[in-house]
């Protein structure tokens, strides 16, 4: 196999085919586009088309009278049951000043010593919040940065006194997760029980910051005292290679192996099983594709793009080493050969960086089950393939060099039963790894998913139809919501008023409850506003199928977004969870109301644009939904103008996600109705984790200072995740704080603590090794473009809120000239005429260009203000391969699709058509081509394509037959057709949103997109690719 990071024997990690694999794997997992045919036949999908479904008629509805509708005074439009009485509008009662503080109904009963530091077997619950991260000092604009004092590098100990952690259960079990879901887990559980007497010291932590980056165990266990081991479990954990564990700094003199010195443990175990521990980390074994070390001018090559998708590059590292590390799917670098010093970093002007993709979906994930949690008592790293062991009782940390013992459980290897084994450990043989953490990693009992819905219903909104399309995701989707019997639900609707609704378990039908003093906002009834799915289910139902029509006649315009956000905030604060919200205009009443701000004749100046949100209160709303575990994804459906950029910081700051459907109507727009519910199928089905935090620990010496993505930054470089998605990218930067000398190798880990829908609390890890390089040449041979140029999008986008667009550019295009210039005259010895780089920045020019023509820092054309600023959203959230998707498209030429090279799937055969340079010159008016551009595809058909692909691909008899607007593929019984849709069907499989198809003729409307995204031609105020290159290299060689 050759992808790096994946072992070579079946059976532990995934390759990178890991998401569209899962999606055949289960019904449940994700299938996120099959186009027209494959849906038919597709499980769990709903196969209505979107025009179908907006006559549905509930068939019971929430209130028979509904046709009246008298909506829009005071009165509701619901008989209340058990209420005040049908037309009652609440206002808050008397006394309320704190009317709200429901407590989790359902779930583990809380265990709470409210303070129990000196207490061992508790577990701390404070109860509500957690540890008051809303109190931090929001940083600035979208601004991750923290004051880089110098001090606080984050490899330090935050607990450094205490024994290792002990348990004296040893219960391991692997459970190969296929598509995320746990309850498709096989789960392989064997116990081996050795006793143990160290219990360690007695901190207890009532904080995550501690939990996850400082913890010692609380809980000593001693309950079973029966050493007996388990071997009824017919499974055994596919045999890997010896793990390979020297990474000891050279200067370090090491100990020596002290193999005959261990006491014997109930087992005989294998000594020469250490003897890879002794190989010394050799930087000979590899071998760098000739092709690597080329320089290249690209005055003369300028196709340097691969007609296969670039692979990122391998690091430079001992095969034993490369073969156990991260996936680069999931933990890439910037710069595969990390510079000794800071001085050598400056010198290659490259930013260094790590991007990630950490909750990915994995078709097999090893998930460890343990009492022990093996880690550095120091810096708490997770045990990992890149530890060192010095003999078998003792391991060294790679992060802070640090010797641990080696706890007693942790001799047992559970996959080959045999004692002695520490380093054949699944934690010593996985960079990715689960482990299932013990209450030990628990503030509070885990929380239930609880899932609040926030419609929009105001006159604007009905007109789009979108809460049609909505409810009926919900209704399709209900079941399949992830979760278990303790999932909650509930759903708040608004315009001038807020409206709850009563579904409580016994309700005959569900009730409507409306406040309409938004200045101070209250719940009432709250206990009765999140209700348990299974309980309420019918009236969940019931709700779904009549909203829709209980506000068909509405004449009320107006929109008191912030004061719904407020009620829902308190409504979900007891439990946290998600909050998913649909908007369809700019709020304008009560807290959070917005002013239009976009100038039309402004859109194409780089100057004078607001990206800047115009007021802090969605900031601060987030920064209390973090606080209390709440993430809130945004969904905006709206043709006018809505201040993104203020809106967007509700999700930004609560690590939830935006999504944009920019002139929405379920007539007018039909595609973005499809892409609407395909994209919901995805959202409300996808793995959720809640109540997240996730820390990214490297080697002593480096550092790391900025972070990018959808969070909240709590306590220097502890990451708060309300909600995790498997959908969602970071990326942070790093410097060289001390020198790397005494090493040859780094290592980087990212934890993701989270409770998973099913109420566990689980640990994900990911370890990723690289090599310590002294010599310039050797930095630019390693840099990743890829990376690169992502970490660079988001340093990019930073800079045009804090400066300015034009900064943001000007910068991005420095980063090129002075990185190259670097290479000339630090690396090349003679001074060719021409534009030189080393093969591995090929394509850094063209990945520049192409960023500077995204539409996130796209200059002269009438880009809305909200698609720029949602599409700088998506270069902050996104994973890597996604934002380059976007970034830089791919372009095939599809009316000659053949199965050569083709891949096959599950019976499928995939064709691979090379990929073409994004140039009007690869074009011809003979054939057909598609460009795939991440969230949209096109397919450009030529004047005189051939008439065997219109007929059998498109079903038309001539090209003028080519309807003008068309964006789906017939399903054809033709081989040409299934090809054709066998292709793009396997696209849209790999990714998160649902791209839509446009059929593209000469006068289509679209072909203007379509040459937008022709990089390297010219546009009237963009360089072509060639003259970016003669800008670039009268600057480099000035
Ligand atoms: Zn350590």
């Known amino acids: 196999m050759s992808q790096p990071g994946i072992p070579a024997s079946g059976g532990s990690l995934t390759g990178p085919q890991a998401q569209n694999g899962a999606a055949s794997a289960s019904g449940s997992s994700y299938t996120n586009g099959p186009i027209q045919n494959a849906l038919l036949s597709a499980q769990g999908y709903n196969s209505q088309l979107p025009g179908s479904y907006s006559h549905l008629l509930p068939a019971k509805t929430l209130n028979p009278v509904s046709g009246q509708s008298n909506y829009g005074g005071s009165q509701t439009v619901t008989p209340l049951n058990n209420y005040q009485g049908p037309g009652q509008t609440l206002h808050r009662p008397p006394v309320a000043s704190n009317a709200v503080t429901p407590s989790l109904h359902s779930g583990p009963v809380p265990r709470m010593p409210q303070h129990a530091s000196q207490n061992p077997a508790a577990t701390p619950m404070p109860s509500g919040g957690f540890h008051p991260g809303a109190n931090v000092p929001p940083p600035l604009n979208w601004q991750y940065n923290y004051p880089s004092t110098g001090s606080q590098t984050n490899h330090y100990p935050r607990v450094s006194t205490g024994p290792t952690m002990s348990g004296n259960t040893n219960l391991t079990s692997h459970q190969y997760v296929s598509s995320g879901d746990p309850s498709l887990q096989n789960n392989f559980i064997k116990s081996g029980i050795t006793p143990s007497t160290n219990n360690g010291s007695m901190m207890v932590h009532n904080r995550y910051d501690e939990i996850e980056g400082g913890g010692f165990l609380a809980t000593p266990q001693l309950t079973d005292k029966n050493p007996t081991m388990s071997r009824s479990v017919g499974y055994s954990y596919p045999s890997l290679p010896p793990g390979y564990q020297n990474t000891q700094p050279p200067s370090t003199t090491g100990m020596p192996p002290s193999s005959l010195s261990y006491p014997s443990g109930p087992q005989a175990f294998t000594q020469n099983s250490l003897g890879a521990n002794h190989l010394t980390a050799s930087m000979s074994g590899l071998s760098l594709h000739p092709d690597g070390l080329r320089v290249i001018n690209l005055l003369h090559e300028r196709n340097m793009l691969p007609s296969t998708p670039l692979q990122p590059p391998v690091p430079n590292l001992h095969e034993d080493i490369q073969r156990l590390n ?187 409850l409306i406040v309409s003093d938004i200045e101070d906002i209250f719940i009432p009834m709250p206990e009765n506003l999140l209700v348990n799915l299974n309980e309420s289910k019918e009236l969940v139902q019931d709700l779904l199928k009549t909203l829709p029509q209980m506000f068909a006649k509405t004449l009320e315009t107006q929109s008191a977004l912030g004061p719904a956000l407020q009620a829902a905030f308190k409504l979900m604060s007891p439990t946290g969870g998600r909050m998913s919200v649909f908007q369809t205009q700019l709020p304008n009443l009560g807290v959070g109301a917005l002013k239009p701000r976009e100038e039309p004749n402004q859109r194409s100046s780089a100057k004078e644009i607001h990206l800047t949100p115009s007021t802090d209160f969605y900031k601060k709303l987030a920064l209390d939904c973090s606080g209390q575990q709440v993430a809130v994804d945004l969904f905006l459906l709206s043709g006018q103008y809505s201040d993104l950029a203020s809106l967007g910081c509700i999700s930004r700051y609560s690590a939830g996600s935006v999504y944009y459907y920019p002139s929405y109507h379920h007539q007018h727009n039909p595609v973005q109705v499809q892409k609407l519910q395909k994209e919901l199928h995805r959202y409300l089905t996808r793995k959720i984790g809640f109540e997240a935090v996730m820390r990214i620990r490297c080697t002593k010496g480096l550092s790391i200072h900025t972070f990018h993505g959808n969070f909240f930054v709590r306590s220097t470089d502890l990451l708060s995740l309300p909600n995790v998605n498997p959908d969602a990218g970071y990326a942070v930067q790093m410097s060289v704080e001390e020198s790397l000398t005494d090493t040859q190798l780094v290592s980087f880990q990212s934890a993701l603590l989270y409770t998973s829908s099913k109420g566990e609390r689980r640990i994900r890890v990911h370890t990723l090794c690289l090599p310590v390089v002294s010599n310039l040449n050797e930095v630019f041979l390693g840099a990743d473009v890829q990376a690169i140029s992502g970490l660079l999008a988001n340093m990019a986008v930073d800079r045009s809120v804090t400066a300015s667009l034009s900064d943001a550019r000007d910068a991005l295009v420095n980063a090129v000239i002075d990185s190259l210039s670097a290479y000339r005259s630090s690396v090349l010895s003679s001074h060719q005429p021409g534009l030189m780089v080393p093969f591995s920045l090929r394509l850094f020019p063209l990945f520049v260009l192409a960023l500077l023509k995204q539409k996130s820092f796209q200059t002269g054309t009438n880009a809305r203000l909200d698609e720029r600023i949602f599409a700088m959203c998506q270069v902050k959230n996104q994973p890597l391969v996604y934002l380059m998707l976007t970034t830089h498209p791919n372009l095939y030429r599809v009316d000659n699709l053949s199965d050569e090279g083709a891949l096959n799937i599950n019976d499928r055969t995939i064709p691979q058509p090379p990929i073409l340079q994004l140039s009007v010159e690869k074009l011809s008016r003979d054939g057909a081509f598609l460009m795939d551009a991440g969230s949209v595809l096109m397919l450009w058909i030529g004047k005189n394509c051939g008439q065997n692909f219109l007929s059998q691909v498109l079903g038309v008899q001539s090209y003028a037959s080519i309807p003008q607007t068309m964006t789906d593929l017939p399903d054809l019984d033709t081989p040409e057709s299934a090809r054709t849709i066998a292709f793009i069907s396997w696209l849209r499989e790999q990714r998160p949103f649902f791209p839509i198809l446009y059929i593209i003729r000469d006068e289509s409307p679209m072909k203007a997109n379509f040459l937008q995204n022709m990089v390297e031609d010219r546009t009237e105020s963009a360089f072509s690719y060639y003259e970016f290159l003669l800008h670039i290299q009268q600057q480099v060689n000035k």
């Open 326 to 512: 991260c996936n680069p799917e999931l933990f890439r670098c910037t710069l595969t050969s990390i510079p000794q010093t800071q001085a050598l970093l400056n010198k290659a002007k490259l930013p260094l960086g790590l991007l990630l993709h950490p909750f990915k979906d994995l078709m097999q994930l090893p998930v460890v089950t343990s009492s022990t949690i093996v880690r550095c008592r120091s810096c708490r790293t997770y045990i990992n393939p890149f530890v060192s062991f010095l003999d078998q009782r003792r391991w060294k940390c790679n992060l802070c060099y640090q010797v641990n013992d080696v706890p007693e459980e942790f001799m047992y290897n559970p996959l080959t039963r045999a004692y002695g084994e520490p380093h054949r450990r699944p934690e010593v043989q996985n960079a990715t790894i689960e482990f299932m953490a013990p209450s030990e990693y628990m503030l509070r009992p885990p929380q239930p998913p609880v899932y609040l819905f926030v419609f929009d219903v105001s006159h604007n909104a009905i007109e789009t139809g979108y809460l049609n399309s909505v409810c009926q995701s919900l209704l399709d989707n209900l079941d399949l919501l992830p979760g278990n019997t303790r999932t909650k639900i509930g759903f708040i609707t608004f315009d001038s008023t807020i409206h709850f609704y009563s579904l409580q378990e016994g309700l005959s039908q569900p009730q409507m």
